[in-house]
């Protein structure tokens, strides 16, 4: 585990040298919150956070694939992946070290957030169970998105192309039933759809239903991400 924190360290302070980084992190708070405030609750003047949830799912669609297109892909185009890889760090830990570093980033990214609750408090009195149950969520979701657009990027050395890969990716995982549903599928293609939607497990946890199949859904999806992501290094060794 220390080369894995040392591996993350790295990564984490990366974060903080990269404009872009910082560029879409106030982009994607600045409209999260202006979008909250101005639509919902200068509107109905009530305090209802699910919307701001909502907002939340959107805005993940853009800044995780910007936080995650640089993890391998400028690692490639640098020539720098080869010489992590020829370091006394396997590959578990090469993966898992960028993986905590992108998804502790996206964590301070959601804690800064929690600016628009408190000052919702002020005005009316949130409930608090759901309101945690709905960031527990929003990690999940986006522990998800980070793995699967690490996986992307550990397929090209263009940060542009993971990018747009990655959000694809994350579009469909999170409306894949929605975009679905439209065609008039079998009732048990749709509960499946349904079930495979990241989206619909998100739903249940925003109500304050925390289920151990939630869970144990977005952690499995992380784990396969991740062994995608494994498997792709060891082929560029035997490349």
């Known amino acids: 585990m220390s080369r894995v924190w040392a591996v993350c360290r790295k990564e984490f302070g990366g974060y903080f040298n990269s404009l872009i980084a910082y560029i879409f992190s106030v982009i994607f708070l600045g409209a999260v919150n202006t979008l909250y405030v101005w639509w919902v609750l200068v509107p ?17 669609w853009f800044i995780i694939p910007a936080l995650t297109m640089r993890s391998w892909a400028e690692e490639k185009k640098l020539g720098t992946d080869e010489l992590l890889l020829t370091l006394p760090v396997n590959d578990w830990e090469a993966v898992l070290g960028k ?11 959601i804690l800064l957030s929690l600016l628009v609750p408190v000052s919702a408090a002020l005005l009316g009195r949130p409930d608090w169970p759901a309101l945690l149950c709905g960031y527990l969520g929003v990690l999940l979701v ?3 998105f980070i793995a699967a657009g690490m996986r992307i990027s550990s397929l090209t050395r263009s940060q542009p192309t993971a990018f747009v890969g990655s959000v694809i990716v994350c579009l469909l995982l999170l409306g894949v039933n929605d975009l679905l549903s439209r065609f008039g599928l079998p009732a ?6 349904s079930y495979i939607d990241v989206g619909e497990h998100f739903n249940s946890i925003a109500r304050g239903v925390i289920d151990s199949r ?9 784990f396969f991400f991740l062994v995608l992501n494994k498997y792709q290094l060891e082929r560029r060794k035997w490349a």
């Open 142 to 144: 986006g522990a998800v």
């Open 44 to 60: 109905s003047g009530q305090v209802n956070l699910s919307p701001y949830f909502e907002f939340l799912l959107y805005g993940m």
């Open 99 to 109: 993986y905590f570093a992108a998804l502790l980033f996206f964590a301070l990214i």
């Open 188 to 193: 048990w293609l749709g509960y499946l759809f």
């Open 214 to 222: 939630d869970v144990i859904y977005y952690l499995s999806l992380v």
